[in-house]
């Protein structure tokens, strides 16, 4: 039994609505993730780098 033209719309307008928010929810999930993985990188990269520093100065011998 074929569907109305009109139920036919109304469930393409609520999928096409569903994948709107879907895709809003991941940009927004994204764009508040993206930070924190920016700043710990830069932590580990500075802490990396001190320990390096500090293992340095330890060989030496002073």
Do not use: I
């Not at 569907?3 to 927004?28: H, M, N, Y």
């Not at 700043?39 to 330890?58: E, F, I, K």
């Amino acid at each position: 039994m074929p569907k109305s033209e009109t139920a036919k719309k109304a469930e393409l307008c609520k999928q096409r609505k569903r994948l709107q928010e879907a895709g809003k929810r991941r940009l927004v999930v994204r764009d508040s993730r993206r930070p924190w993985s920016r700043q710990n990188r830069t932590g580990n990269a500075a802490a990396r780098r001190d320990a390096r520093a500090l293992s340095q100065v330890r060989h030496s011998g002073a």
